[in-house]
Structure formats: C-alpha cells, structure tokens
T-cell receptor, first 114, second 113 residues
Framework: ETGVTQSPTHLIKTRGQQVTLRCSSQSGHNTVSWYQQALGQGPQFIFQYYREEENGRGNFPPRFSGLQFPNYSSELNVNALELDDSALYLC?????????????FGPGTRLTVL | GQQVMQIPQYQHVQEGEDFTTYCNSSTTLSNIQWYKQRPGGHPVFLIQLVKSGEVKKQKRLTFQFGEAKKNSSLHITATQTTDVGTYFCAGRKSSSNTGKLIFGQGTTLQVKP
C-alpha cells in the first residue's frame, strides 16, 4: 500500500453536473499529480500541484481545476461534466518537484457520467 | 506533442514462457518509470531508470533503458499467473521541470496456466 487515499471510490453523475474528487497524499510527500485513465488506455496527465500552486498542466480544458491544501491533500474539480469524462481518476503523490521523483498512485475514483 | 508508444498491446503466453514489452519515445527522456496495473486496480510503481544504457533486475523482471534514452523494455523470464496485468512505461521529457509523466498505452499480459 502506498498510503495515498482517494474518495469517493465510485461516483455516478449526469451530464452538466459538477464533481469534486479528493486525494490525501502519502505522509512526507508534498506534491500531487492528477491523471485521467479512460478504459483500455494509459493515464493522461491533468495537472500537478506543488506547495499549493499548479505546476504544469496537460491538455485538459479549464473546466478541470484543482486545489492543494496546506496539508498537501488535493481536490480535482470538474464542471459541466461530459459523457467523455467517464474514466478512472488517479492521483499520485511524490516528494518534491524534480525530474526523478517517483509518483505513487492512489486507488482511484471511478467516475461515470450518464 | 510528445508520444510514448508501447508494443505489443496484448500478449498471451503459456505459463513458463518469457514476455517482453517495448516502449519508444519520440523525444529524449530524462528518466522512465514502469508500472503494473492489475485488472480493476491502480498503477503500482515497479522501477525507475535514469541513466543511459541502464539495466536493472527485480527477480524475474529485467528493465533496460536505451543508450539514447528514447526507448526502454521490460522482460519477464518464466512468466507466472501472478504476472497477469497491464504493464505501463511512463517517461519524462528531458526539458521538463514538472512531474508530468507521459504514459504509453500499456501492454496487457495474459498467462495461461
């Protein structure tokens, strides 16, 4: 076990709604990255948070936003949900912001948009 | 944009046979990480390779990083049913100052007992 936790484990929403996913990083880690994994695909980088600021963003629209809190936990918010947002959302925690830090993934939140 | 390609997409082997998955990047990577994801699970970190030409072993698993730091491979000797899952490589661009990992599409391994 990595010590990275995510909530909720599963979520069903309808198109147009908003959703907030939560992640608690591993003890001692100060960086959280969020990924979207569609069925049968590899995880796609959404963004990373370091010291409560966004540090890098993937090819996702602005309706995907996030926060990091002083205790390094993080939230991913998605507005105006679309059917294609159905996926497994993974957060990964790591120590510091370097090119060789290892990212440890949480169990993920399975989001279904109807 | 940068792409990380992984082949094959699927591999079915008889228990005891060897297995290899290959990862190729369109750009030079600063490092590459390998993950294993069991069905219904999440990616679990296996190893990180940083140096050009690096080879690392974990029991029956051998990981290689190419000399040009643009390709990598994972080889499993004498597969077991516990090796079933999807293996992902994930790389970082050399010029990146973020933790962004670019994942390959993964290779799904099935092992017949």
């Amino acid at each position: 076990e990595t010590g990275v936790t995510q909530s909720p484990t599963h979520l069903i929403k309808t198109r147009g709604q908003q959703v907030t996913l939560r992640c608690s990083s591993q003890s001692g880690h100060n960086t959280v990255s969020w990924y979207q994994q569609a069925l049968g695909q590899g995880p796609q980088f959404i963004f990373q948070y370091y010291r409560e600021e966004e540090n890098g963003r993937g090819n996702f629209p602005p309706r995907f936003s996030g926060l990091q809190f002083p205790n390094y936990s993080s939230e991913l918010n998605v507005n105006a949900l679309e059917l294609d947002d159905s996926a497994l959302y993974l957060c990964a925690s790591s120590l510091y912001r370097s090119s060789t830090d290892t990212q440890y993934f949480g169990p993920g939140t399975r989001l279904t948009v109807l | 944009g940068q792409q990380v390609m992984q082949i094959p997409q699927y591999q079915h082997v008889q228990e005891g046979e060897d297995f290899t998955t290959y990862c190729n990047s369109s750009t030079t990577l600063s490092n590459i990480q390998w993950y294993k994801q069991r069905p219904g699970g999440h990616p679990v970190f296996l190893i990180q390779l940083v140096k050009s030409g690096e080879v690392k072993k974990q029991k029956r698993l051998t990981f290689q990083f190419g000399e040009a730091k643009k390709n990598s491979s994972l080889h499993i000797t004498a597969t077991q049913t516990t090796d079933v899952g999807t293996y992902f490589c994930a790389g970082r661009k050399s010029s990146s100052n973020t933790g962004k990992l670019i994942f390959g599409q993964g290779t799904t391994l099935q092992v017949k007992p």
